[in-house]
């Protein structure tokens, strides 16, 4: 029926589109109508338009037909559906009527539109009242199998009912299934930029944001099935090179031929700014260091090298440790595609030369872009351009991401407005966007630092994170019942669960406070009280001792039954998950999916209060009986946390 209604709906839009292009393509009409130029050419240009939806719809159509278990359907999509197809039918001579859909709070959903549809009409000259738009509407509502009934109160809302056999089915189809992502309209091609700390130097607090961010962005778009390039634009070009390897070839003089045991890169990075800084014939010797690896001289790319390699493997500590996947592509990779971007500027006439530096002015940005500088050498804007250029025509990229924190939003504006300009891509096609953020900040409401005033390293804080876990679990004599084996992997899931979650669950845009005390605790919206609702839900039917063949029984015979308000409840809540994950899509903002965890964990909290699953016998504490239609809904909730657990980044564990 879902598929037969959808169908309904895209050939009605369809016959509309039809109808409009069959007008537009009557000259004769037109020009009785006194049309002509440039009005004739406007329509024509609207004409391309609508061939295009049309195009568009049809393929829709299409791919609801060959609809499958593959995808999750959701709800809140198909109510709109339902509704743009009896607004357009009720009210044909409103444009852009807004169907305006949410979760409703006396119905399980309700329509807001009629008051907007009803200013609409005013400004046609048509007089009706919210409650008679709001009946058209109802009344324009296709017989469908999910509604139970329809009702239109107050200033013209339309609340709408679900059927439970319905919501029972699509919950059963979870437990055959398993949970599938919604269908999207189209698979990109994403490259995904983020993390990006700067070789010879430690992974600060000031790279937790972007890491975390950026993985699990990376996790829900794979998870829908886009096709996602990770990378890692690593800071390992540079002046900062030379005093490096000056340094290098003076404390160990044969790197050449012997790997130097260089442990701890920071301080050997101090170590030579200190001599760049005193000693001006080091600073000379470092000067001419940078222009040998521009020249890309053997001993020095070498030396080079060696550097990189220490860096890398100290962020795969970090990267290991918070389970970030990353292909590193730092600025060396674009030091060639650098002139060949800034040729192309030049060819297209798009720079000046203006006190010694090229330039290229870009219509609508209060600065230029500086692609050389006045001693020849290329800048992060230089770099930017080449990078996106790279990821458009190379990679085929049709959604770039950009996980930077907020300050960088000025300087992404100006890259991407020059980009367009010089050709690179088409707002209209391609999805370039700032996954902006704001600052880690202390418990003083400060930047977030050590007591000392210096920045928190990344491995640092994983550290403490670490042994607070440890001893919360320790407090709660988890050590006593879980083997070494169980308490290692729970504190390793609490530790690095928390601090991901601390991150992802507040609004990305704004500065949040990192406190170990508040992500730890195991009430309320964290990864700690998570974590223990799904281990405990978890243990529910390994309590009962029934197994997935059971379950799967169960489903086919007579699956999940939704008699309790709280059972209808946490039902309608499980299906939520797929209309989270596309407003996740569409915004990136993922704190929506962790309230929604906790919205769902919380209705399960008062479902398990109100029905009893398992049935023990007061003196012995022998199962004396096992409500099969509870277990099933107490799997179907745990599997949907699970695979928001996934899409965040957090590793649940059996046993806490």
Same mark, same amino acid.
């Given at each position: 029926? #879902?598929?037969?209604?959808?169908k ?18 009557d000259?004769?009409?037109l020009?009785? #109508? ?37 995808h ?6 198909i ?16 444009e852009?009527?807004?169907?305006l ?5 006396? @119905?399980?959903y ?6 907007n549809?009803?200013?609409k ?15 058209k ?15 239109? @109160? ?16 699509q919950?059963n ?23 990006s700390?700067?070789?010879?130097k ?8 972007s890491t ?42 044969d ?5 130097p ?10 170590e ?13 010797? +470092? ?15 070498? +030396? ?10 100290e ?14 592509r ?41 692609l ?29 991401i ?33 996954? @902006? ?8 409401k400060?930047k ?18 670490? +042994? ?16 070494p084996?169980?308490?290692?992997a729970?504190q390793? +899931? ?10 992802l ?31 405990r839900?978890?243990?529910? @039917? ?7 063949e ?6 086919? #015979? ?68 096992? #409500?099969?239609?509870r277990?099933?809904l107490?799997?179907a ?20």
């Amino acid at each position: 029926m #879902n598929c037969e209604l959808h169908k309904e709906i895209r050939e009605a839009e369809i016959a509309a589109l039809e109808a409009e292009i069959s007008q537009l393509q009557d000259p004769q009409r037109l020009l009785a #109508n006194g049309i002509v130029s440039p009005q004739l050419e406007a329509l024509r240009v609207e004409n391309a338009k609508l061939k295009f939806q049309v195009s568009h719809l049809e393929r829709n159509i299409e791919k609801e037909q060959r609809r499958s278990p593959d995808h999750m359907v959701s709800i809140n999509q198909i109510v709109t559906d339902v509704f743009a197809l009896a607004i357009r039918q009720a009210f044909p001579e409103v444009e852009d009527a807004a169907i305006l859909i949410q979760k409703g709070k006396f @119905a399980d959903y309700q329509c807001n539109s009629a008051m907007n549809i009803c200013q609409k009409l005013k400004a046609l000259g048509i007089k009706s009242t919210p409650q008679e738009v709001a009946n058209k509407i109802k009344d324009q509502l296709p017989n469908v199998d999910f509604f139970e009934k329809l009702e239109v @109160a107050g200033p013209g809302f339309i609340n709408v009912y679900l059927r439970k056999d319905y919501v029972a089915e699509q919950v059963n189809s979870i437990l055959r299934n398993g949970v599938k992502p919604p269908r999207i309209l189209a698979k990109k091609r994403v490259v995904i930029d983020f993390s990006s700390p700067n070789i010879a130097k430690q992974m600060h607090v000031g790279h937790l944001r972007s890491t975390i961010i950026g993985e699990s962005v990376s996790r829900l778009l794979e998870w829908v099935g886009h096709d996602v390039l990770r990378l890692n634009h690593l800071g390992d070009w540079g002046t900062q090179f030379g005093m490096l390897i000056a340094h290098l070839q003076d404390k160990f003089p044969d790197y050449v031929t012997k790997s130097p045991p260089i442990e701890d890169l920071q301080a050997f990075y101090k170590e030579s700014k200190i001599r760049f800084d005193e000693d001006e014939t080091f600073k000379k010797r +470092a000067y001419n260091a940078v222009v040998q690896l521009q020249k890309y001289d053997p001993d020095h790319m070498k +030396a080079w090298n060696l550097i990189c390699d220490v860096s890398r493997k100290e962020f795969k500590k970090v990267y290991d440790r918070l389970g970030i996947t990353i292909v590193d592509r730092g600025e060396s990779f674009y030091q060639e595609l650098m002139k060949d971007v800034v040729r192309d500027l030049d060819d297209k006439g798009f720079t000046t030369v203006e006190d010694g530096r090229k330039i290229m002015f870009v219509e609508g940005q209060k600065v230029p872009l500086t692609l050389v500088k006045s001693d020849g050498g290329y800048t992060y804007d230089t770099s930017d351009m080449a990078a996106i250029k790279q990821r458009l025509e190379v990679e085929k990229g049709t959604w770039l991401i950009y996980v930077v924190d907020a300050g960088q939003g000025p300087h992404l504006e100006l890259i991407y407005a020059a980009a367009q300009k010089a050709g690179y891509y088409s707002p209209k096609l391609i999805r370039v966007e700032h996954v @902006a953020f704001g600052v880690v900040l202390g418990e003083d409401k400060k930047k977030f630092k050590t007591r000392s005033g210096d920045t928190v390293r990344l491995i640092d804080l994983l550290e403490e994170g670490l +042994a607070r876990a440890g001893q919360k679990l320790k407090e709660k004599e988890r050590d006593k019942e879980l083997t070494p084996e169980e308490l290692k992997a729970a504190q390793e +899931a609490v530790a690095y669960g928390c601090i991901k979650y601390a991150d992802l669950s507040h609004n990305r845009i704004h500065d949040y406070v990192f406190s170990f005390d508040k992500m730890l605790d195991d009430r309320g919206n964290t990864a700690a009280y998570l974590l223990y609702a799904y281990t405990r839900i978890r243990s529910i @039917a390994r309590t009962a001792k029934v197994s997935p063949e059971q379950i799967q029984a169960g489903v086919n #015979n007579g699956g999940v039954q939704l008699d309790h308000e709280k059972e209808w409840n946490l039902a309608k809540t499980i299906l939520r998950f797929s209309e989270v994950i596309l407003k996740c899509l569409d915004d990136l903002l993922l704190h929506s999916l962790c309230d929604y965890l906790y919205e769902l964990c919380t209705a399960f909290t008062e479902f398990y209060d109100k029905c009893y699953c398992v049935e023990k016998d007061r003196n012995t504490g022998e199962i004396v009986k096992v #409500n099969m239609s509870r277990i099933l809904l107490c799997e179907a909730t745990a599997s949907v946390i699970n695979s928001g657990f996934h899409i965040l980044g957090i590793t649940p564990v059996s046993r806490m």
